[in-house]
């Protein structure tokens, strides 16, 4: 008459159940070892974050804003957050960064936009990034108030490592000691080459950042030993860089291109890797690097900081054995709507985002082409001024979004290519044809990338 034995019994067949499912379990589930089974790459790229303690509404940071190359940079804070919004449904597994993440390096800047990445990590992305060149020891690195820039404090390659170290340098498998380039494994199966293009330590010398871009001797070797690790490893490589490694359009060339690129893009493609994630020209452009091994895919996404505001997705296709790049864009309006209309800090430019960007995004091109205008001798009349700033502005942002495949006939037989030819030679009309495009431009907002297999040996 023991009450408790039953009990005993029953506990005993139920410790025996579990540990028996869960035998089976670890015989027979397949774990998921090598990630995801389609992983999903965002990236980001030219996001020039102004911290909001750098800045006010004074003349000169109101100057410096509508002058400038189509920075919004005031908005950036509310992109991050529609950013936020946009992905949290389906978060992807990993968000790239591929340099330029501050207006002029400031160290403000940094902390505050590491502060925003760390909320991407919050909602399970792992987020690496790697350094443009306004990044490091920018001397441009200011604040403004009302009519004055004062000098802020800039940031060295080690404070970089450290405050990005939740995202890239804590946990790179490898780091090269020449620059800031490191290798991350996200999940079984993937490695990520996050490499430092850029040439810093002459900035504060030359009292100038530094815009051109290269791949170190040191840094070549460091990348070859780690490749030829990742091959043994059975892992596909993908590599992320500021500089473009190819020439994207007939004005976007020596100073946005890596120096010494045709071998740059010959080690690639020797190495396995045949696609690399590029930013620095701040236009949407896919190109093609040809190398007696194929070629290397040179995808530059836009600028997050200009419009039309997007974000490239990678994501692997395995029936395709590939990954396709598409472009999306940053939905802002169904963001503004979820906000509370009603406080105090609420910007009801954020409900008509897309028409408000577009606006400010031209009226850039429209000073830019006002100013070429000036100074000409004999002035255009108002009508032929009129029509060439909305031709230009057309052309632009369509060659901004990488959509200039699609401009229409009629745009580009339009009379405004007549009052260029005849009134302006020279650059303006040699950037207008390179940015032109029409029908025998080729897609540059999306792709599907081979996967390059092992490497050819
Ligand atoms: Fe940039």
Redesign the pocket.
């Known amino acids: 008459m023991n009450p408790k034995k039953p009990r005993i019994g029953k506990t005993i067949a139920a410790v025996l159940g579990i540990g028996i499912i869960l035998v089976s379990a670890f015989l027979f589930f397949k774990p998921s070892l090598p990630g995801p089974e389609a992983p999903r790459i965002a990236v980001i790229t030219?996001t020039?974050y102004l911290a909001s303690s750098l800045y006010d509404d004074g003349p000169l940071f109101r100057q410096m804003y509508e002058e400038g190359d189509g920075k919004n940079m005031e908005f950036l804070p509310a992109l991050f957050d529609a950013f936020v919004y946009n992905l949290k449904n389906a978060p992807p597994d990993i968000l790239i960064l591929t340099g330029?993440l501050t207006f002029n390096g400031e160290l403000d800047s940094h902390r505050e936009l590491a502060g925003r990445l760390k909320t991407m990590e919050d909602l399970g992305i792992k987020v690496y990034v790697i350094p443009?060149?306004?990044d490091i020891q920018n001397p441009f690195a200011r604040r403004f108030s009302q009519n004055r820039a004062y000098s802020t404090p800039q940031v060295s390659p080690e404070d970089f490592a450290r405050i990005y170290r939740g995202f890239g340098y804590a946990e790179a498998i490898s780091r090269d000691a020449g620059s800031l380039s490191y290798v991350v494994q996200p999940f079984a199966g993937l490695r990520l080459f996050m490499l430092d293009s850029n040439i810093y330590q002459y900035n504060n010398a030359l009292g100038m950042p530094v815009s051109e871009g290269e791949i170190k001797a040191a840094s070549r070797a460091w990348l070859k030993t780690e490749a030829e690790a990742a091959k043994k490893a059975g892992c596909r490589l993908i590599a992320a860089m500021h500089h473009s490694l190819t020439e994207h359009n007939a004005v976007a060339r020596q100073s946005w291109t890596v120096a010494d690129s045709p071998a740059i893009a010959e080690l690639f493609a020797s190495l396995g890797i045949n696609l690399v994630l590029t930013?620095?020209i701040?236009v949407q452009s896919i190109a093609q690097a040809p190398t007696p091994a194929g070629p290397v895919w040179d995808i530059a996404t836009s600028?997050f900081s200009v419009f039309p505001h997007e974000y490239g997705l990678l994501e692997w296709l395995p029936e395709s054995a590939g990954w396709k790049y598409s472009l999306l864009p940053v939905e802002v309006e169904g963001y503004a709507k979820s906000q509370e209309k009603g406080a105090d800090s609420f910007d009801e430019r954020l409900l008509t985002f897309s028409a408000y960007g577009e606006a400010f995004f031209r009226g850039s091109s429209e000073r830019m082409i006002r100013r070429r205008l000036a100074e000409l001798e004999e002035p255009l009349t108002e009508a032929e001024s009129a029509l060439l700033i909305d031709l230009v502005g057309t052309l632009n942002a369509n060659f901004f979004a990488g959509r200039s495949g699609e401009n229409p006939q009629e745009l580009l037989n339009s009379p405004g290519f007549e009052i260029l030819s005849r009134r302006l030679p020279g650059f303006l009309d040699h950037y207008i044809q390179s940015i032109r495009g029409g029908e025998t431009s080729h897609q540059d907002r999306e792709a599907l990338i081979p996967d390059s297999g092992n490497p050819r040996d």
């Open positions: 030219d020039h330029d443009g060149n306004h930013g620095h701040h600028a």
